[in-house]
């Protein structure tokens, strides 16, 4: 059986959600995981360090013991967000990183920014203080074609952020086409961004093969195999600019099977079986351990981990469960339904 053992990884971008779910969750990514940045778009969203702190103690709760596990906190940036607050909220470590969210570009982003220009203040102090700006990439305007919408965004607003504020440290999350690739390869050595097991995994196919489904509906919505095939070159070749940031965001079924399911792919149970699989594939298995677990950290200045996880290859392939049980109702589980072979020994 063939065996690798790599530094254990970190997710750069995870949801927990709150409450039941939250409890259910958070043991999925710390079997795995390291650290996480934890989104901060809950009902109501994460606006100020005290919030953070109150939520940082809930996902700190739902921590098995047998995990070390260190969750980072963002704040969901407004048009409101207090500059000074801020400021000592990033010095004093409570606060790791800000969210920027288009209003309504997905799951509970409707009091997001609709001005760029009226946030620029703060983006200038973060720039100063070294606080990393995470972005959300999609224009929001009915107008747009949902598959254009990350293209769009790039060149109308995160270019205008980048020329203004070369110094920022940005991460353009969960990239999805080919043009956000050439844009970052391209770009200042401060910008960087995070890419998703899903989307190296499928092409926008899997949302209609032999009906619709539901549960491969995520935002940024999957794009064609062209940029599915450009996003897995730019992983296995191994440019420290993009890294993993799995975007993990459970609903319960019964929330995204319906009239208006909602958006989000739940994948953090075999993010790295599946990347493994995934890296294996194109034989690039040497690059996985970079990918996942040092260019993350070297783009926000971290320590990389000092424990080790290790992977097996199986001769079969792995059965996945299908759903994680939250009380009586179930979240189903991410499965791109490719042979999987590899599993994770911790
Ligand atoms: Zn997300």
């Not at 500059?83 to 920027?100: I, P």
């Not at 910008?191 to 190296?200: E, F, G, K, M």
């Not at 489904?213 to 999957?222: A, F």
């Not at 097996?312 to 792995?318: E, F, G, V």
Request: a neutral charge.
């Amino acid at each position: 059986m063939e065996e690798i053992e790599i530094i254990k990884p970190d997710d750069w971008h995870v949801h927990f959600r709150d409450n039941e779910i939250l409890k259910a969750v958070v043991p999925e990514t710390t079997r795995h995981f390291a650290r996480s940045i934890v989104m901060p778009n809950l009902i109501p969203p994460i606006l100020n360090a005290n919030q953070a702190i109150e939520y940082r103690k809930r996902i700190e709760k739902a921590i098995p013991p047998t995990d070390s596990f260190e969750p980072l906190m963002t704040v969901y940036l407004t048009e409101e967000t207090n500059k000074s607050e801020l400021k000592n909220a990033y010095k004093n470590g409570t606060v790791f990183a800000v969210k920027l969210y288009p209003a309504g570009a997905t799951t509970n982003s409707e009091s997001g920014v609709k001005d760029i220009k009226k946030v620029m203040p703060i983006l200038e102090i973060m720039a100063k203080i070294g606080m990393p700006l995470l972005i959300h990439g999609e224009v929001t305007d009915k107008e747009i074609d949902i598959f254009d919408r990350e293209k769009v965004f790039i060149d109308q607003k995160l270019d205008f952020i980048c020329k203004k504020l070369p110094e920022l440290k940005i991460t353009l999350e969960h990239i999805t086409t080919k043009e956000a690739i050439s844009y970052i390869e391209e770009g200042n050595k401060n910008l960087a961004a995070s890419i998703t097991p899903h989307h190296l995994a499928l092409n926008r196919n899997a949302i209609f093969v032999g009906g619709i489904r539901p549960h491969n509906y995520c935002l940024p919505i999957m794009k064609r195999e062209e940029h599915r095939i450009a996003l897995v070159k730019a992983v296995t070749t191994g440019n420290p600019k993009f890294f993993l940031g799995t975007d993990t965001a459970p609903h319960l079924k019964k929330d995204k099977e319906s009239a208006c399911g909602c958006a989000g792919v739940f994948n953090s149970t075999y993010s790295m079986s599946i990347l493994a699989q995934i890296f294996e594939n194109e034989k690039s298995l040497q690059k996985l351990e970079s990918f996942v677990s040092i260019y993350g950290a070297n783009h926000y200045n971290l320590k990389i981990n000092k424990e080790k996880i290790k992977l097996i290859k199986m001769d079969k392939p792995l059965k996945l469960n299908s759903s994680l049980y939250v009380n009586f109702e179930t979240v189903s589980i991410f499965n791109p339904e490719f042979p999987i072979f590899w599993d994770v020994i911790v």
